[in-house]
């Protein structure tokens, strides 16, 4: 978040109600928690000339913004958006796959979810909330200053992945041309497709979720793919797309707003 060589640390959420359960209490003892933990993650730094981190959850909280700010002012923020109900979707699946989730289908979280108000504050554990993007973007617009801030959508990230990186190396003030492979797909939606692979990976959750702080990176990252070669995704209800767009159409009309771009296209 702080392009510098020495940057400010901070932590950018806080303890909620929301987080209950053995799961979620398991999840948050891998997240940074202090200011010394953060700011070991960079300890190895030394000539880069930008350095950084990312965490969707400074989009979960309505106190992230005035968080970073106060220690870290003048950060650079970046931040991809994806269609609202096709993030929800996807972020249903994706934990389904992993054994996060046990409800039967997205319409049933649906059901439970629109129950209650969508939360303001802190929307972790919560797939709907989490795409109110106008909600918790404008604090970060009314802190930091515009050109310290680029938003880019996920369409750009697909169809154009060269010209999005580019444009964000000269933001960040490294090599716009500097050419990165892209060709591997990281983080790919969906359920596993074989149901045996599928068993052992649900079934496996608390296991792999109590030893990840005690593996090196290499070996963690080196599980999933072994599983998620195959991956199916059941189409979503056309009806309940339809439905949830209706949810997020003011939130969105302020986003395009905020962001000054067309996003009538999540809408149709």
């Known amino acids: 978040m702080c392009p510098h060589k020495s940057p400010n640390y901070f932590v950018a959420h806080e303890p909620h109600p929301l987080w209950e359960g053995p799961k979620l209490r398991a999840m948050a003892r891998q997240w940074i928690s202090t200011r010394d933990a953060y700011a070991a993650l960079f300890a190895k730094v030394t000539t880069e000339r930008a350095i950084g981190e990312v965490s969707p959850v400074y989009l979960q909280s309505i106190n992230a913004p005035k968080n970073i700010h106060q220690l870290c002012p003048d950060a650079k923020m970046i931040a991809i958006l994806r269609q609202p109900v096709e993030r929800a979707y996807a972020h249903y699946l994706g934990r389904v796959r992993d054994g996060l989730d046990a409800r039967a289908s997205f319409a049933d979280v649906v059901t439970q979810e629109l129950a209650q108000p969508l939360p303001d504050e802190i929307t972790f554990g919560n797939y709907l909330g989490c795409g109110r993007y106008a909600h918790f973007l404008k604090?970060?617009?009314?802190?930091?200053?515009?050109?310290?801030i680029r938003v880019y959508l996920f369409q750009d990230l697909q169809h154009n992945p060269a010209r999005l990186l580019s444009d964000l190396f000269q933001f960040l003030g490294v090599d716009p041309a500097f050419v990165p492979d892209i060709e591997q797909q990281h983080n790919r939606t969906g359920m596993i497709a074989n149901p045996v692979l599928r068993t052992i990976w649900t079934s496996s959750v608390r296991v792999r979720t109590l030893l990840r702080p005690y593996l090196p990176p290499a070996l963690r990252n080196a599980a999933a793919?072994?599983?998620?070669?195959?991956?199916?995704?059941?189409?979503?209800?056309?009806?309940?797309?339809?439905?949830?767009?209706?949810?997020?159409?003011?939130?969105?009309?302020?986003?395009?707003i905020l962001i000054g771009r067309n996003l009538q296209h999540w809408l149709a």
Not at 139 to 148: D, K, M, S, T, V
Not at 231 to 255: C, G, M, V, W, Y
């Open 139 to 148: 604090g970060y617009f009314e802190l930091f200053p515009r050109e310290n």
């Open 225 to 256: 793919p072994l599983f998620f070669t195959q991956l199916s995704k059941p189409p979503l209800s056309p009806t309940l797309h339809a439905q949830l767009n209706e949810l997020f159409r003011d939130d969105i009309a302020e986003l395009e």
